[in-house]
């Protein structure tokens, strides 16, 4: 069974970063993509970002070049490093573990970007 745990979720003024953390227990987080989602109030959950077992990433085009995603084997954990946020980046985050036919969330975690 995984369980995933998120942190580092709050409020920040625009312009302002966040880094997002997601620690996953098991033991098959080596093998999986891990992906940052968020859904706002009244929309749809979105990917904003993924990070495959071998490194390779992908992005959602409104948040390139403002977020990393990244992963360390060794704790567990992938973080989504946030910067230059904008107001429509508020929303749930939720943190995923996808291993073939398997899918695990977090509780997701509240981001508010405003003045």
């Known amino acids: 069974q995984v369980q995933l745990v998120e942190s580092g979720g709050g409020l920040v003024q625009p312009g302002g970063s966040l880094r997002l953390s997601c620690a996953a227990s098991?033991?098959?987080?080596?093998?999986?993509?891990m992906g940052w989602y968020r859904q706002a109030p009244g929309k749809q959950r979105e990917l904003v970002a993924a990070v495959t077992s071998g490194g390779s990433t992908n992005y959602l085009d409104s948040v390139k070049g403002r977020f990393t995603i990244s992963r360390d084997n060794a704790k567990n954990t992938v973080y989504l490093q946030m910067n230059s946020l904008k107001p429509e980046d508020t929303a749930v985050y939720y943190c995923n573990l996808h291993h073939f036919v398997l899918d695990y969330w977090g509780q997701g975690t509240q981001v508010t970007v405003s003045s």
């Open positions: 098991g033991n098959i987080f080596t093998v999986a993509t």
